[in-house]
């Protein structure tokens, strides 16, 4: 594809008319609700589950892989009530519906998306791409080009509901990212040197995911060690009350990071900041 179509792709609004004829899933996105700006897709998914007021017409009453999506959001979240902020109409904000089912749990559901994007991300030619550890899909450098945030929700049924947000920066450029960004953060645009679609990415990335969520779980364990850069190296984590510094050694089967520390204690860690370390650095 020439410089110009991408160019022309890339500006292209995420609509329901302009991204339906390019679906490949049965049923992630098969309800779609696009927006050009609301305050964050992940609470405006919420709404859809549980209703109440903000919720969009069919609240209470969203079918599994219904479909949020905006150009911008106001009040955009990540892990820990982070502000995620992207610029207008160049990242992917979106946020999926997920009615539970009885094995699954936020911890696996965040596993199956960063193995989705990481898959989505290769196919189109990022080729170093990773996953590290516990939610973020990052370039060979270890910069950030994206993060997840799944959160439980509770139907009107009283079932169990997840809603599972991903943001993924496409079209940014190094003038997008604030100074304290610049050497931390990326973008698929920035990993191949040209724009790409943001429509055809969400629909590959959606077929990636469908797949990644049907695997059984010890097959979605092997995909995402396959593709993680945290396990075997020297970690530092920030956890609420203290650092912790050890060896990442495996994953258990609930997504959490196993870390062996500096007294050869084990510890199992659920959530964490973590810094990825060489050898000589702890």
């Known amino acids: 594809m020439d410089g110009s179509r991408d160019a022309l792709l890339s500006s292209q609004p995420i609509t329901e008319d302009s991204l339906r004829p390019l679906l490949r899933t049965e049923t992630l996105g098969r309800v779609i609700y696009a927006f050009a700006t609301c305050d964050s897709t992940n609470a405006l998914a919420r709404r859809l589950i549980e209703g109440g007021p903000g919720a969009p017409p069919g609240g209470g009453a969203a079918p599994h892989g219904a479909l949020v ?51 989505a991300a290769r196919n189109l030619g990022v080729a170093d791409c990773a996953i590290k550890w516990p939610n973020d899909v990052v370039d060979g450098a270890g910069r950030k080009m994206c993060g997840i945030l799944c959160e439980r929700a509770r139907r009107p049924d009283d079932a169990n509901a997840f809603v599972a947000g991903i943001g993924l920066n496409v079209n940014q450029g190094p003038e997008d990212f604030p100074p304290q960004l610049k050497k931390c953060a990326t973008s698929v645009r920035m990993a191949l040197g040209r724009p790409v679609s943001r429509l ?83």
């Open 69 to 119: 999506v905006a150009d911008w959001q106001r009040a955009g979240r990540g892990r820990g009530g982070r502000v995620w902020r992207a610029g207008r109409g160049k990242s992917l904000l979106f946020s999926l519906v997920l009615h539970s089912k009885e094995e699954q749990d936020a911890g696996l559901i965040t596993l199956a998306a960063s193995v989705a994007v990481a898959v």
């Open 200 to 282: 055809n990415l969400l629909a590959d990335l959606l077929a990636a995911l469908e797949k990644s969520l049907a695997l059984p779980r010890a097959d979605l364990l092997t995909a995402w060690r396959r593709r993680c850069t945290t396990l075997g190296r020297i970690v530092r984590v920030r956890l609420t009350d203290r650092f912790l510094t050890g060896q990442a050694v495996g994953l258990e089967s609930d997504g959490r990071l196993v870390v062996r520390t500096e007294t050869g204690e084990l510890e199992t860690l659920y959530s964490g900041d973590v810094e990825e370390l060489r050898i000589d650095e702890n």
